[in-house]
């Protein structure tokens, strides 16, 4: 299959800008630390948000060491898939097929495999489902679409790959096709899929975050829309999220792991939005945050406007862990 390097199209500029406002926020909540301890471990959750009890949702997120953990909002750890080297997770609801968890799994680095499992909502349980190829290379990001019953998984590998993969969900073990592959220039990691447009973002850690149109009969050829700046956004990009507004508006999240912070881009056309950190306050601060998520809707009175949670790369002494924030905090910090 033929691969294709992604061009700019209307990149942002590369010089330095004036530093722009940075506001803080304080964590509501955490979850335990990652039982890999003196390394870096904790990576990436993902939320899922239960609809008739939102204070039983849970966060699903990975030990990159060990496998993948299942969380409640309080912070506890109600499951443990002892799986290995897990880096990235998404998750997304397949209607009577459930919530479907898919992790990029990195225990051969010549050959990346998306491994599936589904979410038991009511147990608080993953259920291994099998695992299909995610291309050849070392995995390291995953993000799911769906589209009617297929889900479309994006694979994103060390080298730059980005191979779209199509998975059907059957009676017995999930069956994978590569459609498409994509190709940055140096180390992606995080991505994410804003259903609404079908558009892809992937974000390339030195140089800034990439459009694609997420459609497996498009172009396979991208557009800078975040170029590194050291202002804005700051290299390493890491994750991304989005927290979406009504058709077309919201935000686009994205770790800005150079300077500790995140960085909000408004949708659709990818203005910058401001910023924030996590700040040390009834819990710690945040620091070189590689994952993050996010989920609108009421999760309780602590988080009534929506979660974000993002990875804590320096949780001393304790090992590694997620903290938990109020979206309305976020907002009204940066008065929005």
Known sequence: MR?????????????AL???VTVSVTAQGE????????ADAADDPAI???????????????????????????????????????????????GRRGVIVVASDRNDEAAARLRLYRLDTRRAKLVPLGTVSGGAGEAYGVCLMRVGARLHAFSVLKDGTVAQVSITLGQGKPRGRIVRQLKLETQPEGCVVDQRSRRLYVGEEDRGIWAFDAQATASRRGRLVAAVDGAQLVADVEGLALAPQGRRGGWLIASSQGDNAYALFRLPGMKPAGRFRIAAGRLGSTEETDGIAFHPGAFGPRYHAGLFVAQDGDNAPAAQNFKLVSWADVLAALRR
């Open 3 to 15: 691969l294709w390097v992604a061009v700019a199209g209307a990149a942002l500029p590369m010089a």
């Open 18 to 20: 004036a530093a722009p």
């Open 31 to 38: 979850t335990v630390p990652v039982g890999t301890a003196a």
């Open 48 to 94: 899922w948000r239960n609809p008739r009890q939102p204070l039983r949702s849970l966060i699903v997120a990975t030990d990159k060491k060990a496998g993948l953990y299942v969380y409640g909002l309080d912070g506890k750890a109600r499951d443990f898939s002892p799986d290995g080297r897990l880096n990235n997770v998404d998750l997304i609801g397949m």
